[in-house]
């Protein structure tokens, strides 16, 4: 899903949030999103991209559990 929640109003948001939780319990699902607390909220495990220059490939510079991405991560 690429920015799910995009120019959605909150209850609108919330309503796709609660979808996605349904659906994870029988599927994985890949977002895409600048939003960070969206990213937060639906996710068990998060990769963290870099893009360095616009036409080269982006970089991972870190994959793992969500809460530890986002409270302690390893590379700042």
Request: a negative charge.
């Amino acid at each position: 899903m690429d920015e799910p929640c995009s120019s959605l109003d909150p209850s609108s948001t919330m309503k796709i949030e609660d979808l996605m939780f349904e659906l994870k319990l029988r599927y994985t699902i890949v977002i895409v999103t600048h939003n960070m607390q969206q990213a937060a909220r639906v996710s068990d495990y998060t990769a963290f991209f870099l893009v360095e220059e616009v036409d080269q490939p982006a970089r991972l510079i870190e994959f793992g559990p969500t809460d530890e991405i986002f409270t302690r991560p390893r590379d700042k």
